[in-house]
């Protein structure tokens, strides 16, 4: 449980930088988490939409279901909508390098969980 409240706490820190309150766009931040059959990614998937309203930034998160070419897919859909940031807990940490290079070629950060 400490560990997910750290997390949290990076998440919420990471989400601030985009906050409406400090800048005065509205960002967009996609996420794509490997599953949400574990307890963990569920406890993720909540506290990024808690945060993400608290903050009145758009977030969209899309599940790979442990299939890399389903996050390949949604990693390159974000680098088309040019979201402002990724997040990504990698199905292949090897995998989707390719795709992390290319979001951050695109001025995306991508930040890994």
Known sequence: MHKLKVLGSVLAIGLAVFSQATLAKEYKIGASLLTQQHPFYIDLAD?????????????NISIANQDL?????????FITKKVDAIIISPVDSKGVQAAIIKAEKAGIPVITV
């Open 47 to 59: 506290a990024m939409k808690a945060e993400a309203k608290k903050d009145d930034v758009v977030l």
């Open 69 to 77: 070419n389903k996050q390949l897919s949604d990693v390159e859909d």
